[in-house]
């Protein structure tokens, strides 16, 4: 390609010197490049030692070029298309073989001209150019091989959108001759105008035998469900016109009908509407008088006022698409790009990629019949949901139909899809527009489920060597009823934990995991010892919380299995002056955070933060030693959407007789620190998923007037 | 190459260039990316001519810009013949819902369902009696035909397989005597079984004619999309309503299980079902792929034994099913003699991602679950490469997979009243088309049963998608006071409840139910107030006209109230706060308890001061709009005359339902205290509550809504949610809720 750049540059220098003198120079060159482009038509079939000139010219070769190939008035003609087929039945699934990827490939058959025995060819178009665009972008694509024997999908390159433009009975006969056609076994055609004058079937009329079809406009009673793909009728002025998206909202029409072929009797109908309604419905037909020159496909009239199309469509809360002849209308893909909503009429039509895309969220369809009743079926929509519904039509636009990249690349994801289902994509991503995949949630663990108490919890406390306050911790947590099980990660290297005589007596298990390397992140990670799903993080120096206290925070954690329940709480701020966030721990009414130096949480989220952490935060959190708490807080409030619960009263965590030491001027470095990693964490995320509350959760007879020893959880905040 | 083949082959390139610049053909991409391309192609085995490239001449589009002109507009046939004509053509197997429905009938009344009455000495199954009585209850039913829009046979339709006991015979002439029968025009069939051996075909025995069918172990083949319902197969003991909860319990993370796929089955010698089961030794290994089959069928299977059978049969006989099918993560699913097996809905229940594998099967309720989110799909063809695929399913894809196994099996399948349902609910949906539900109104929480569209299309309108479209609920409330007594003073509790409830910064509007038999009070004897205040006259003056769900509620949330109810403004404030991070659930103050009477073994009620509680009464509660409209129209009339005969116990049903929908306790806020101004001496007159019969008609209630709901909603919590800083030693003035500190 640096090749095509060097000389193309060169080119236009070239042309100012052209004079007389130089004519026969000129005369030569000219042959010169006659020769050439036969030479690189040869060069085709050449070793590739010569590929650097030669594939460039390959580029710009000529469909004209393209190989003749004459068919046999004998040849052979497939069957009509076997209406029963099914993935399971017509389609040979060995051929995509299992794949790692799990990801099709296809193959495009050479361009070849086929013509019939009296040289006539078998399309009045040959190629189209939106034909050459889909067979382009495939080949762009990671669908594409060009090893044909690796192939799972073989698309011809035989153009059949527009069925006008073919010779039936010929172009089958052309498809047979595919060298792997085999009765049509995993090909793909691609229609978009099926049928003809004067019944309009709504699928290609082309026999193809059991080949895929990709077709505009079918019914329900030629699409083949699971087999064959339902696409949109490509609109050129997706590529001719630019319309900026508009912001969701009411529009000066409610409603638009810009179709220039609507039958009489629907447009005798439209007519009584816009008489009983007036003003919010405006009825665009063709212009009969327009001065030459103007193109007619881009204005639309009404009583002599002329219209800018597609321009006006935005203009419009709701547009009528009808159906013409056929089901399918280009028109669709304009009343979308324009972000109007279109209302479909189109009795028994099978809508664009309607196997994966939820129509219900981008548009209204409305039975034929019922085009009368319309306006009141229109009216009763709520506002907010037009609004989503503009915003969702624009959407589907942008991904399916603005290209024939878009619609290829669909249509060949639909197939992959099905013939690797465990690997599909999920409605979420076929149907969320970016703005809400940024802001929407989907937790795995989305079940309303309150595990049963039995299995308890396990506590990790993570140590360096205060071995003495350790040993406090763990009798105290040991009095706890859920306790099932004490993990210690011991995170000293140098030193050897204490032996096993001097640790406590509890009567749980008590493990002492021994850690590589001193890092915040081994308190974080989804060690196989933890067998309860609960997981209790506590720090070696937190003695100050009662037995009450931690159980009373299990039981809270079992009705919020998906979130932190934890004890001390914090607030994230935004700091007007800085322009950035600010971490806040003084009494607030606020919560934003709950500390992991004791906290309760899903082991699931272990497994999250050790493997799932997005950007560089586990590292970077490993390297500065700290805010691994507000690491966790952020990973699970961006997968769950919901905020912590912080339990019972604040109160001092740690033992009275080591805070002192820090002085003030340390507090402070350590607040712009943790301010820092909020900062830092937001803008690796890209978005900010702390929730603030304003509750906390106490047990039900907290400080109520009650006898202490009737109350599950009397000790609470007592110490 | 020589270096003068190559210069010329590179010169007359340029020249080519050149020469199409000149013609204006083509734009030549100069921004076009690097050579990467062709070194792709070095690489992976390029085949000379093979690759397919871009044509940049200019080329013809596919259809000329009015391409609309052969389809001008008055040459074809007048549509409405069109759809006419289709109705006569696409009968039989092409049946479509335009073609072979008649949807005028739906148009008068809505979707009414009628059930032809029984005939005496006509043989029924049991789940066939099921099924009619779960329609026979719904909301959907209808006791005249001529307000019905789909008709359901009182004739047993659903085993039609000839051998055995259940099938029923001269359906054909009893269906064609039936005078309501139409030709089959709207009428649905269930059907389990078809056929019978060795092919099990689908033919049901009789001509349905134009009627849909609700069929098990349906084939891609035979289904009529948008026309008939795929539904699971059943067994007869499958509970008429209630249902039983699914197996999971716990996340355990590593998601995985003892096995990571099994299977446990007949292997049929004779007859049809079998070519995928008798290659199942290939992948068994005893290990995590335990793959069972038994020869042990019919009478006669020695006669046909195989090689296989004996080693087969004693491996068989070493695995417990109930064992496998708890403590597997996948569960194979293969076709039997039919399509469809009980072991779908088993797996299903027990949390174990069902892998299927049985080709052409229509999935149950196919057209609007997407069972890819809790289903593997497997090709019976690639037999061998199921157990990599399913060792390549990633983690967190297991814990999605089986969460929607869970719900899914709650929300569609662990009754036969929900299947019933379910099935008439899809074809509601077609009926009223542009009223219908979306595909995530099914597939995710709580379900398409719980969602009604006819309440709203926009999903932002119900409690449950907040966080799946990223959208929050409107910041203000609709205050709702349920009033009874006549306004005598001023100072009477009503009067200070609706001032300080309007005081509230999140009041939108307040909503009095004048419920009292006294003629509505004159407009200025109202408080004045910031917020409107709008008087309605309650509906017949029944309890449930609080619960209506009045067009005049221009918010999301609710608080309700009872006329004595004393809340101070703060009060208010924070519960509507906390009932933003809990849209879904009733968020309040009076809590009470459920518990079970072991010595009467009923429900019981208490409102007593105990450390859990599992309802939150509607006397000072806030909760979703959504759920007024649930009230009115998906509780069965039976319930809500109950309720208003009593004037009793309409907070109890309000939270059985919410629980039934969200699985999930209420959430009580602060402390505990009397709301009841009547509780502290100067009892108002009338009080309900006053009277003794009050609390026993609780009792009652409770285990009367238990008994219709089929289980008990229920749940408890052992929490209250508190302001962050309550009752904490700092100083008041840092608090933002002092007063709720105050009692």
């Not at chain 1, 339902?230 to 409610?254: H, K, M, N, T």
């Not at chain 1, 350590?670 to 509350?693: D, Q, W, Y």
């Amino acid at each position: 390609m640096y090749a095509s750049g060097k000389y193309s540059s060169r080119g236009p220098a070239l042309i100012p010197r052209m004079k007389t003198k130089h004519r026969i120079y000129y005369i030569t060159l000219f042959s010169v490049v006659l020769l050439g482009l036969i030479a690189t038509g040869m060069f085709q079939f050449w070793p590739h030692s010569i590929e650097s000139a030669a594939d460039w010219t390959l580029d710009k070769r000529s469909v004209h070029d393209a190989p003749l190939v004459r068919l046999p008035v004998s040849s052979p003609i497939p069957e009509r298309g076997d209406l029963s087929c099914r993935m399971h039945t017509c389609f040979d699934v060995y051929r995509c073989g299992y794949n790692p990827k799990n990801r099709i490939k296809v193959y495009i058959y050479p361009l070849q001209k086929f013509v019939d025995e009296l040289g006539v060819p078998i399309s009045s178009t040959g190629l189209s150019r939106e034909y050459n665009d889909l067979l382009s972008a495939i080949s762009d694509s990671d669908f594409y091989t060009d090893d044909v024997t690796r192939a799972c999908l073989f698309i011809p390159s035989i153009d059949v959108l527009n069925q006008n433009s073919l010779r039936i009975r010929e172009t089958a006969q052309a498809l047979t001759m595919l060298p792997r056609w085999d009765k049509g076994m995993n090909h793909l055609l691609f229609n978009m105008l099926p049928g003809g004058p004067p019944d309009y079937n709504t699928a290609l009329d082309v026999p193809r035998d059991r080949a895929l079809l990709a077709g505009g406009g079918f019914s329900t009673w030629t699409y083949r469900q699971g087999y064959d793909v339902s696409i949109p009728v490509y609109s050129p002025l997706s590529a001719d016109v630019e319309l900026p998206e508009r912001q969701p909202g009411p529009r000066r029409y409610f409603i638009l009908s810009s179709q220039t072929a609507i039958h009489r009797e629907y447009r005798a109908e439209l007519e009584r509407l816009k008489e009983e309604n007036g003003e919010a419905l405006l009825l665009l037909d063709k212009c009969s008088n327009l001065s030459q020159g103007v193109a007619s496909a881009r204005k639309r009239c009404y009583k002599g006022q002329v219209y800018d199309y597609p321009q006006i469509l935005q203009e419009s809360s709701f547009c009528v698409v009808l159906r013409g002849a056929r089901l399918g209308q280009a028109a669709l893909s304009d009343v979308l790009q324009a972000g109007c909503v279109p209302v479909i009429l189109a009795d028994s039509y099978i809508l664009p990629f309607s196997e994966v895309l939820d129509w219900k969220r981008a548009s209204v369809v409305i039975p034929e019949e019922k085009l009368s009743e319309m306006y009141t079926i229109l009216k009763s929509i709520p506002h907010r949901q037009v609004e989503e519904m503009q915003r969702q039509a624009r959407w589907f636009w942008e991904a399916y139909f603005s290209s024939m990249k878009a619609i290829g690349l669909t249509t060949l994801q639909i197939i992959n899809d099905r013939i690797y289902p465990y690997a599909a994509r999920t409605y979420e991503q076929w149907n969320n527009p970016p703005v809400v995949k940024w802001s929407s949630v989907n937790s795995p663990l989305f079940l309303p489920l309150i595990p049963p108490r039995a299995p308890g919890f396990t506590a990790v406390v993570l140590t360096y060597d205060r071995v003495e306050s350790l040993f406090r911790v763990i009798t105290e947590i040991s009095k706890v009823p859920s306790l099932a099980k004490l993990l210690v990660v011991w995170n000293n290297q140098n030193k050897s934990p204490p032996e096993e005589s001097l640790w406590p007596k509890i009567g749980v298990p008590l493990k002492v995991v021994r850690t590589k390397e001193n890092k915040l992140s081994n308190r974080f990670f989804p060690y196989d010892e933890i067998e309860t799903e609960a997981v209790l993080a506590i720090d070696d120096d937190i003695i100050m919380l009662t037995s009450d206290e931690l159980q009373f925070g299990y039981e809270v954690w079992r009705e919020f299995p998906d979130r932190l329940v934890g004890y001390p709480g914090r607030l994230h701020l935004w700091d007007h002056e800085m322009g950035k966030w600010k971490y806040e721990s003084e009494w607030t009414n606020e919560v934003s955070m709950v500390l992991t130096g004791a906290a309760f949480y899903h082991k699931y989220f272990n497994y999250l933060y050790t493997y799932k952490m997005p950007g560089d935060i586990k590292n970077w959190v490993d390297a500065h030693m700290n805010c691994e708490d507000i690491a966790m807080n952020f990973l699970v409030a961006n997968i769950t959407g919901k905020a912590p619960i912080k339990v019972t009263p604040r109160k001092k965590f740690k033992c009275p007789e080591c805070t002192a030491i820090d002085g003030l001027s340390l507090d402070q470095t350590h607040m712009v620190e943790r301010s820092e990693c909020i900062n830092k964490f937001a803008s690796v995320f890209g978005t900010m998923p702390l929730k603030v509350v304003e509750h906390r959760a106490d047990p039900v007879l907290y400080k109520d007037d009650f006898p202490e020893k009737l109350k599950s959880f009397p000790n609470i905040g007592s110490l | 190459m020589q270096a003068k083949k190559r210069y010329l082959t590179l010169f007359s390139a340029g020249a080519c260039l050149i020469l199409l610049f000149c013609f204006g053909g083509i734009q030549v991409p100069l921004s076009r990316k690097g050579p990467s391309r062709r070194d792709d192609r070095s690489l992976a085995g390029y085949h000379p001519g093979a690759r397919w490239r871009r044509f940049s001449a200019s080329l013809q589009p596919f259809s000329p810009w009015e391409h609309d002109q052969s389809d001008s507009p008055n040459e074809h046939i007048s549509p409405r013949q069109k759809r006419d004509a289709n109705s006569g053509v696409y009968t039989g197997k092409r049946c479509r819902m335009e073609s072979c429905f008649d949807f005028s009938l739906c148009q008068r009344n809505g979707f009414k369902v009628y059930v032809y009455p029984q005939q005496k000495g006509e043989k029924m199954s049991e789940s066939y009696q099921n099924i009619l009585s779960s329609i026979e209850g719904s909301m959907l039913y209808t006791p005249d035909p001529g307000q019905a829009c789909l008709f359901v046979l009182s004739l047993d339709t659903l085993d039609r397989d000839q051998l055995s006991p259940q099938y029923v015979h001269n359906l054909k002439a009893k269906v064609q005597s039936l005078h309501l029968w139409n030709g089959g025009k709207n009428h649905i069939i269930f059907n389990l079984y078809s056929g019978t051996w060795p092919d099990y075909t689908e033919d049901l025995g009789f001509d349905i004619g134009l009627a849909m069918l609700a069929k098990a172990s349906i084939s891609t083949e035979n289904f009529r999309p948008n026309f008939d319902v795929s539904i699971p197969l059943f067994s007869k003991d499958h509970p008429r309503t209630g249902g039983e909860r699914g197996y999971l319990k716990h996340n355990t993370i590593p998601p995985y299980r003892k096995y990571m796929l099994v299977f446990k089955g007949k292997r049929y010698l004779t007859g049809i079902g079998s070519d995928t089961r008798n290659a199942l030794y290939h992948v068994h290994n005893s290990e995590d792929v335990v793959l069972l089959t038994t020869c042990k069928h019919g009478k006669d299977w020695q006669k046909h034994k195989d090689a296989r059978c004996d080693k087969d049969n004693a491996e068989y006989d070493k695995y417990d099913y109930r064992e496998m099918l708890y403590n597997s993560t996948f569960c194979l699913v293969p076709r039997g003699r039919r399509l469809g097996s009980f072991r779908f809905l088993e797996a299903l229940q027990a949390a174990c991602v069902p892998v299927m594998l049985s080709n052409g099967w229509e999935l149950p309720f196919s057209e609007i679950i997407d069972w890819n989110t809790a289903a593997v799909i497997g090709d019976e063809r690639l037999l061998l490469q199921i157990p990599s695929t399913v060792r390549s399913i990633h983690q967190d894809k297991i814990l999605s997979l089986r969460h929607q196994t869970q719900f899914l099996w709650e929300a569609y399948f662990n009754s036969v009243e929900k299947i019933v349902l379910t099935t008439l609910e899809i074809i509601q949906d077609r009926v009223l088309q542009h009223t219908s539900r979306s595909n995530l109104m099914w597939n995710s929480l709580p379900g398409g049963l719980f969602t009604l569209p006819q309440y709203s299309t926009y999903l932002g309108d119900f409690p449950f998608y907040y966080a799946k479209l990223g959208v929050k609920p409107y910041t203000k409330f609709t205050a709702i006071v349920h009033v009874v007594s006549p306004l005598v003073s001023q100072s009477q509790p009503v009067m200070k409840l609706l001032v300080v409830v309007a005081k509230s910064q999140y009041c939108a509007q307040v909503i009095v139910v004048w419920n009292c038999d006294k003629p509505l009070p004159a407009k200025h004897r109202w408080p004045v107030t910031s917020v409107p205040v709008i008087v309605i006259e309650g509906e017949s003056k029944v309890i449930s006209s609080r619960f209506l769900p009045y067009d005049t509620i221009p918010t999301d949330a609710v608080l309700s109230l009872d006329e004595d109810t004393v809340l101070s403004t703060t009060e208010v404030d924070f519960a509507f706060t906390v009932w933003q991070s809990f849209p879904d659930r009733i968020v309040g103050y009076p809590a009470r308890s459920h518990f079970w009477d072991i010595n009467k073994e009923r429900w019981g009620y208490t409102s007593k001061w105990t450390n859990e509680y599992s309802m939150v009464l509607t006397g000072a509660a806030i909760y979703h709009k959504y759920y007024h409209y649930l009230y009115t129209t998906y509780l069965p009339a039976s319930l809500k005359t109950m309720v208003d005969q009593m004037s009793n116990c309409e907070d109890i049903l309000m939270n059985f339902l919410v629980s039934s929908v969200s699985k999930l306790p209420p959430i009580k806020v602060t402390q505990k205290k009397q709301y009841k101004e009547t509780m502290m001496g100067q009892s108002s007159r009338a009080s309900r509550w006053a009277d003794p019969d009050h609390f026993a008609q609780r009792q009652t209630c409770m285990n009367k809504f238990a008994s219709w709901f089929g289980t008990m909603p229920l749940v408890h919590s052992q929490m209250r949610l508190d302001p962050v800083l309550f009752k904490d030693q700092v100083s008041i003035l840092r608090k933002k809720y002092r007063d709720i500190e105050r009692l």
